[in-house]
């Protein structure tokens, strides 16, 4: 490792990284912060990713922490592999690259770099390295969705207590259950809580409803029925799964909260081999990890783990992940769950403003659009163009068809792409509502002969090599699945046309 060197300014830590910019006062502020809890409010665009990689190579050539004592975590794959390569980049260009440190026989141990994972991997690991010490069993197989989504079939159909009113069909049972099953999961609310709590609802409403009968009324009572019935359910899920010795994500967060709070001493040894852990998207981080991330790295009393050095990074205002059990009063109540150690003021909260993306005039409209937001939490601010943006323009048009409007907007693409000085497909892009939406769009484009790639797995489902494999697959599962069959008999195999059939 060399040695330590002295970064005072922006443009020292620039000359260690070799960077083409200095990073802005906003973000200096928040990479050079002294090794305490944080938190960083980080608007849309304003640069959070290049704040940490530039924070792990300032404390790194510093001489605060050494590599291997960087714990990074953000939720996807996706972005784990994105901060980790921005990290791993940031530190070598300092020079600090991974290197073989040695262990105490002499023998070479394993390479010294920052650990980045995702929270769900991080607990995996938990589990795997201390889950015998709440009688948990390291060979426990994590289900994906489909195996979660049959699993939970199989449970309804072994369930053998009356089921009167959950009258839907099997699939949006079946979603429900699961969805109630992951959400108790997140909360760390166990069975007999959640129908004790339905209860006194249901006893409530049903009060009401003898002084107002009305329609909402009955059926605020009859939707409590309906969970205690799914509740029944869920127990039978849940045998299911400790009978086959199986458990989902959800499990593994909830499993390794309960592992950090049961034995104090795994976020003693947590602490002592990362001695400074950064949080990303931390807005989205659900009741049950922000209670693991707590019991780990802050122990509550100045003795045992509080003040670590732990830096969450997010924003409120982009909070996406309620509808699985996101809580954004996580990084709103930061200090609550990470104080200073010695408590009596709250962690340094920092601001980034400066949207390093967008033009003038679009961050205009998206703070007007933003402002019941900005309202709601006073601690995000309202978003700034960096010092060399441009006006921008923004645009409002209505056509008269569905249509007009994908026919306009392939020849707007085509437009674009022949006024760009040097063009590029790939800098031009589509936002739309929705999936269905999408594959229009991507319809429209296609036929324009645009070059088009729609981001995410809805995109893979319309190259029609998927297509065919995914009707194929639904075929086998239901021979009336008539859409599929028209799908592969008019395609290239078969090649039948509409009037043949």
Known sequence: MPAPVPIASPADLRRVMRAEFEVSDEQWAAVSAPLEPAVVIAGAGSGKTSLMAARVVFLVATGQVRPEQVLGLTFTTKAAAELRARVRSALDAAGYGPTESVGDDGEPAELAEPTVATYNAYAARLLTE???????????????????????????????????????SPRHVIDDLLALESAMSEHLVTLDEVRAFTRRARAGFEAELAVKDTKVQRGLVEAQDKRLELLGLVETYRGLKDELGLMDFSDQIALAARLAAEQPEVGALERDTFRVVLLDEYQDTSVAQARLLRHLFSGGTPDVGRGHPVMAVGDPNQAIYGWRGASVSNILGFGHDFPLATGDAEPAAYALTVNRRSDARILDLANRLAAPLYAAHPQARELRPRPDALPGSVRTLVHETYD?????????????????????????????????HAADVFDALSRAEIPVEIVGLSGLLRLPEVSEVVSTLALLHDLTANADLLNLLTGPRWAIGPRDL
């Open 130 to 168: 201390h889950g015998l010490r709440i009688g948990h069993e390291p060979d426990v197989r994590v289900l994906a969705d489909a195996s979660r989504y049959q699993l939970a079939a199989r449970a309804v159909a072994r369930h053998r207590d009356p089921v009167r009113l959950l009258s839907d």
């Open 404 to 436: 007009d409007e994908l026919t306009w907007l392939a020849e707007q693409v085509l437009t674009t792409h022949r006024e760009m000085p040097e063009p590029s497909w790939r800098e031009i892009g589509v936002l739309v509502r929705d999936n269905a």
